[in-house]
């Protein structure tokens, strides 16, 4: 508990970034088909990915999945 106040100052920003790219992956996979929610949930990777909780492996596969479904969307606007 002690430890814990000490180091907010320090620790407080880092876990404000890590529950807001939590968030936004959660709101992202509830809507995977809306071209902003796919943008959404690939700034959430990289986030994430650049705060270390993702390997770079996991970041890659994800990543592909992610900008070949916003492929897929702009695809189909475009034949509208």
């Known amino acids: 508990m002690l430890l814990k106040l000490l180091f907010a100052p320090v620790l407080g920003p880092i876990e404000g970034v890590s529950w ?8 992202a996979d509830i809507s995977t088909n809306d071209l902003e929610s796919l943008q ?3 700034l959430a990777l990289q986030l994430a990915f650049d705060m270390g909780e993702l390997s770079e492996d ?8 992610i900008l070949l479904a916003i ?10």
């Open 58 to 65: 996991d970041f890659e596969a994800q990543e592909e999945e």
């Open 40 to 42: 959404k949930q690939l």
């Open 71 to 80: 492929q897929e969307v702009e695809d189909e606007e475009d034949e509208e």
């Open 20 to 27: 807001v790219a939590n968030k936004m992956l959660e709101q």
